[in-house]
């Protein structure tokens, strides 16, 4: 599972840190279906300058690393991330639990969803005739792919989690529902305190994710 501090290494910004998106907007005014009931336009231009941010970024080394591990491993990169740079890296399997800022959708009829790398504007309808929207999950809305998700993770011999110091539910929780015989590690900077009959079960690795890539090389020897 990848969070924001695999992209942040590409300089896509991350809404957490201290320079990150949230200090400039409220959450509530730009990822919410209030906040786009109530100034459409304001988060289309929020979700425009990201896209461009992100069609401007490149893959990096653990970008990279990941998409290198399909060769050996049955594996699913779960992301949080809305850009597409695992899958610029070559990662094949990729679940975006948040949706995908390179697509957008009918604000009206969700299911119909395109391709999208332009900006949006006020007046761009569906084929139906209502307001398209970024393809993102906004706070507030259900995560539709969060079941398939916990399946994976479920049946998963090894749970690595990269870039994100688990915060955001529901996908913070997925860590909770992998087996007791699941390797567990964790790669972030900032990883969180877990009670004591938990944590003896993870290997936190207090890096960032391209560093701590190349610590979880050396684990994952013992599974070749």
Known sequence: MTGAGISAESGIQTFRSVAGLWNNHNVDDVASPMGWL???SLVLDFYNQRRREVLNAQPNAAHYFLADLQDKFDMTIITQNVDDLHERAGS???LHLHGEL??????????LVYECKNDIAIGDKCENGSQLRPAVVWFGESVPLILTAEGLCYDA??????GTSLQVYPAAGLISVTQDKCKKIIIDPEIPTFNEAYKNKIIPIRKNATEGVLDLELYLKDFN
């Open 92 to 94: 094949r399997r990729v």
């Open 38 to 40: 109530k100034n459409p």
């Open 157 to 162: 011999d090894i749970f690595v989690v990269i």
């Open 102 to 111: 390179l697509k957008s959708q009918s604000s009206k009829y969700p299911e």
